[in-house]
């Protein structure tokens, strides 16, 4: 199995033609057609698979050994028009992986698990990581249930529209007992500053995450009044489009004093009409950085250069990934991996914060781009990916050669 061409049979599912990327959003025909792939592909290296009550899929190689499981794996889903290997790298490397390992005859000595954890970048219903956040308790289902997406649509509506039942959303205690640990690989997104310099892994093919940034989403709602673009005169306007042009400019300004990165990718406008002034606006703010001080620190500036206070939509504390685990990746796969924080998010900070020992290796990413169409990871540097987790899951497993 190369981890490239499993890549390559995913290269139509949710394409985007206009844009070359893809969309691929929690629940939709694309989701449901990842998944079967998921399914698939499991099945053909013989392991069993299962959806969860939160609709994380799991494809179990020796479910019947004692002890708790070695769990690795990412997501599916992408952002609007996003790349190719956000998430899904993770997953086709770890199927590879185990591929790997069977044809050498290698027997696991604990369970170990692939899983593809369900919405994980939140596009469509606005939280992410919202299938491992439902798993470990720290999304309350009521609410999951009764997010919406831009038709109105509930989350609760789009999975029971895939089969599902949304009445069983919720903490699963059980399964979180079956997870001894989790490795997520993933593309590199962007060059953060690393261990060993300021481009991230720079020629490095693979590194290590040390943490996530403490990061969140907001949401500023302008109201304004509605009227006719043509017969209003300047003076007299409520228009809600000059408090949103307001906030992006004070968005990136406090970023930028304060060190952070803080993002608005998304405004709704209503009604948006080229001619009428608009009755109300809304913007979404994607703030982040080292500290969590820091994030605060933009939004208050932005409240205070504005006078528009963010309603919180979430928020992920900083996240630090085991070092024992992150030690044992290096000495398995280095020595001396570069090492980085993740500005962006995962569902292994999810898990980590759930108090289980997680760690995350990374595949350089050469465009330095990613959640677009351009995101990237060569032949080699991916195979030395699916050699790491193959190597990880072999000494993590304490795995042995059938005689
Ligand atoms: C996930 O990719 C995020 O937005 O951090
Ligand atoms: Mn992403
Ligand atoms: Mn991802």
């Known amino acids: 199995m190369n981890v490239l061409a499993l890549i390559d049979e995913l290269a139509q599912v949710g394409r985007n033609p206009s844009t070359g990327g893809y969309d691929r959003l929690a629940w939709t025909a694309a989701d449901v057609e990842l998944r079967a792939w998921f399914t698939q592909t499991a099945h053909a290296r013989g392991l069993e698979v299962e959806t969860d ?35 899904p790298l993770g997953i086709a490397s770890a199927f590879a ?25 939140g596009a469509r219903f606005g939280v992410a990581c919202a299938g491992s956040r ?35 959303l919720g903490a699963d205690d059980a399964r979180m007992r079956r997870i001894g640990e989790f490795v997520e690989l993933h593309v590199e997104q962007g060059h953060l500053p690393s261990s060993t310099g300021d481009d991230g892994l720079g020629a490095a093919p693979l590194g290590l995450a040390t943490s996530i940034w403490p990061h969140g989403r907001w949401r500023v709602d302008i109201r304004g009044q509605q009227n006719h673009a043509g017969t209003t005169r300047l003076a007299d306007r ?32 209503h009604p948006g009409a080229v001619n009428a002034i608009p009755g109300a ?11 969590e001080n820091t994030v605060r620190r933009v939004l208050a500036d932005v409240a205070r250069t504005t006078g528009f206070v963010a309603t919180e939509e979430s928020w992920t504390p900083e996240t630090r990934f085991d070092e024992d685990l992150t030690a044992a990746l290096n000495d398995a796969v280095g020595p001396d991996l570069p090492l980085l924080p993740s500005g962006a998010g995962h569902d292994a900070g999810v898990l980590a914060l759930a108090g289980i020992p997680t760690a995350m290796i990374l595949v350089r990413n ?38």
């Open 281 to 291: 606006a809304t913007a979404w703010i994607d703030a982040r950085a080292g500290e």
């Open 238 to 269: 409520e228009d809600p489009m000059i408090g949103l042009a307001r906030v992006i400019i004070a968005v990136r300004e406090a970023a930028g004093r304060e060190r952070a990165l803080a993002t608005v990718g998304r405004v709704q406008v």
């Open 366 to 403: 050469p465009s330095g781009v990613s959640h677009a169409p351009e995101e990237y990871a060569d032949e080699d540097a991916s195979v030395l990916g699916v050699e790491a987790l193959a190597e990880v899951i072999r000494l993590r497993s304490r795995a042995r050669v059938l005689a």
């Open 97 to 121: 992986a185990i591929a790997r390992l069977q044809d050498a005859a290698v027997l696991p000595g604990r369970p170990v698990a692939v899983v593809a954890f369900a919405d994980e970048e």
């Open 53 to 87: 009550r939160n609709g994380n899929l799991w494809a179990w190689w020796h479910a019947e050994l004692p002890g708790t499981a070695l769990v690795v794996g990412s997501h599916l889903d992408s952002v609007p028009s996003g790349g190719a290997y956000d998430g």
């Open 134 to 168: 439902l798993m470990t308790g720290a999304l309350d289902p009521d609410r999951a249930r009764a997010l919406r997406d831009v038709d109105g649509i509930t989350l609760a509506e789009a999975f029971a529209a895939t089969g599902r039942d949304a009445v069983h």
